[in-house]
Structures are given as C-alpha cells and as structure tokens.
C-alpha cells in the first residue's frame, strides 16, 4: 500500500515556492477545443499593460500549437495574442456600489449584466477573478461571498456539462503605495486582512459548490503573486502578468486533462485540476501522517509509478512545477 515517510516540511516548502510559479504542466494528447471567457475586473483587461496575463496565455497556446483548440470569448478586445477578445472590466465589482457606499467612487457590478454577457458571448470554461474593487471600495467585505456566490451561480447556470467555472482568489495588495488605495481607510495590515477575509469567503464558496455537485474550481491567484509583482499597489508589473498567463495555462490544461479523464491527472494530488504548489502542500501533509489520501488521490500523487508514496513521488512532483 501507500506509505508514509518523515521529511522536513519547512525545507521542502521553501524549495518548492522557489520553483511553483514558474510550473508548466504537460498537455493533454488531445485537447478539447473550447469556448474560453476570461472575465473579470482591470486586471483581467490588462490595466496599463494592454492584454494583461492574456498575452502570455495566447502565446503558450500559440507556443503549443493549440490555437485551434482555444476561442477566446467576450465583448472587449485588447492584447497582442492571436486572439484578443475578452470581458475584462476596469473598475467593476461583483455587484453595483452606490456612489454613498463606497470609498472610492460607484462601481458597475458584473452581476448586473451577467446574463446578456454569457447568453451573447457563450463559453464552456470561465476564468473569474472579480473583487479587488469591493476591497478598494470597501464596500460590505463581510458579506462579499454572498454576492459573489450570486455571480457564480448565475455563470454555473449557463455552462455545458463539460464546461467549468475556475474561480480565481484576489492576488496581494500593497497599502504602502497610494496610488488606487486609501491611505486614509487602510493600512498595510488592514489591507492584507481584508484581502485574506475576501479570499477565505472565495474558497469556502467554492467548497460549497463542489458539494452540490458544481462544475467549479478553486484557482490560487494568490499563491502566484507577491507585492514586489505590484506596479502601483494593486496591479501586476509586466513580470506578474506574465507569472499569471503561465498559471492560467497550466490551469488550461488541466482543464483538459480532466475533461479527457478525471482521475488521471498525473500531480493533482488534491484533484482541483491544476497541478501546483498546493499539491505538494498536500503530498507533505499525508507524507507527515496530517492527511490521508484516498485511492483516487493516491494513484495522483505516485508521480513515481511504483505503487507506493515516498520522498521520490515529492521529488517528482517538484521536478514537475519546475
């Protein structure tokens, strides 16, 4: 059977972080062609740096020769990749903020046109990164969850049976720069709470849905980036975008991966679909005797093919996000 053997945590974790970002994930043979929504707020349009993390994501595809299979989907259009639509939105939120209850200006929210978009601009897979706006507004964090599971639900609603919504956590803001953050309302600590109070919600949804048998992923945006990935405090140099591009390919491909087999994707040890960081946190943890795994995560994580789970499948995992 699997077994267990003792390492040190904190050293292989510092070793991995090293390496995560940069991960790229072997494709799958036969790739499903695909309907794909990038959908969010300025960071999903590219703010400052026009196509944002999706030129990086184009020119993998490209690089792969998976043009074919990719059709990029939305009413805006911005970016140097072969294919430039989206429905990135600057400024906007989940929901619309009145001008008296924000700090920073009424916001336009997703959810008020949610419908016409994804009846006019249908897609099979969704990648969603929507609430630095209501952080920035501060606009009622305690129940930002609720109003994003409203977005979600409506998304869901609209998605095949093959199809998947990957719900995207908010990446780090940096209070020490004022240029879109209020000094004023925030400050570095607070700012990092209200960030990590949004995302705690963001994965609590998602396990919420996976529960009701959803067709949705949990995507960690926030492992990816640093503050020193920041050009003004709240959105990614050229570097972070392009950090961000290579996590949403690897995300891409294990899309389908899973739509191909769901049980086989070699490293998903915790079955989300994406082969990241995350797993390794996961093969540490049933490694220390913290977590077990079940069969189907187990035959994941051998990554070494020999029936048993040891510091070898660790070490192959690593070689993977290399």
């Known amino acids: 059977m699997y077994g267990k053997i003792a390492i040190k945590t904190a050293a292989i974790l510092a070793a991995l972080t090293m390496t995560a970002v940069s991960g790229t994930v072997p494709t799958a043979a036969e790739p499903t062609a695909i309907k794909l929504m990038c959908l969010g707020d300025s960071i999903t349009d590219g703010f400052w740096m026009t196509g944002g993390y999706r030129n990086t994501l184009c020119s993998l595809i490209t690089e792969h020769g998976q043009e074919s299979y990719v059709d990029f989907v939305g009413p805006n259009w911005g970016g140097s990749g072969y294919d430039p639509q989206h429905a990135g939105y600057s400024g906007y939120s989940v929901d619309n903020?009145?001008?008296?209850?924000?700090?920073?200006?009424?916001?336009?929210?997703?959810?008020?046109?949610?419908?016409?978009?994804?009846?006019e601009h249908p897609a099979d897979v969704v990648f969603l990164q929507i609430g630095t706006n209501d952080i920035l507004?501060?606009?009622?964090?305690?129940?930002?969850g609720e109003r994003l599971e409203g977005l979600v639900d409506s998304i869901l609603a609209t998605l095949p049976e093959t199809g998947m919504l990957y719900l995207a956590t908010l990446p780090?803001?940096?209070?020490?720069?004022a240029t879109y953050i209020s000094s004023y309302h925030f400050t570095v600590e607070s700012m990092d709470a209200?960030?990590?109070?949004?995302?705690?919600?963001?994965?609590?949804?998602?396990?919420?849905?996976?529960?009701?048998?959803?067709?949705?992923q949990l995507a960690e945006i926030n492992q990816v980036l640093t503050k020193s990935d920041l050009y003004d405090?709240?959105?990614?140099i050229e570097t972070g975008y392009a950090k961000m591009g290579q996590f949403w390919y690897n995300t891409l491909c294990g899309y389908w991966d899973i739509a191909t087999d769901p049980i086989s994707v070699t490293g998903d040890v915790n079955g989300d679909g994406t082969v990241s960081i995350a797993d390794a946190v996961t093969l540490i943890q049933h490694l220390t005797?913290?977590?077990?795994?079940?069969?189907?995560?187990?035959?994941?994580?051998?990554?070494?093919?020999?029936?048993?789970?040891?510091?070898?499948?660790?070490?192959a995992l690593k070689n993977t996000l290399l």
């Not at 960030?195 to 996976?210: D, F, S, W, Y």
């Open 289 to 315: 005797d913290t977590t077990e795994l079940d069969a189907e995560s187990a035959k994941r994580a051998d990554l070494y093919g020999n029936g048993s789970l040891n510091a070898k499948d660790l070490t």
């Open 97 to 119: 903020i009145a001008q008296e209850d924000s700090i920073s200006g009424a916001r336009t929210g997703l959810s008020s046109f949610i419908d016409w978009l994804m009846c």
């Open 172 to 177: 780090c803001m940096d209070a020490n720069d």
């Open 194 to 216: 209200a960030v990590e109070q949004c995302n705690t919600q963001i994965r609590t949804l998602v396990e919420k849905k996976q529960a009701e048998g959803k067709s949705i």
């Open 233 to 236: 405090g709240v959105h990614p």
């Open 137 to 144: 507004s501060l606009y009622d964090l305690e129940h930002y």
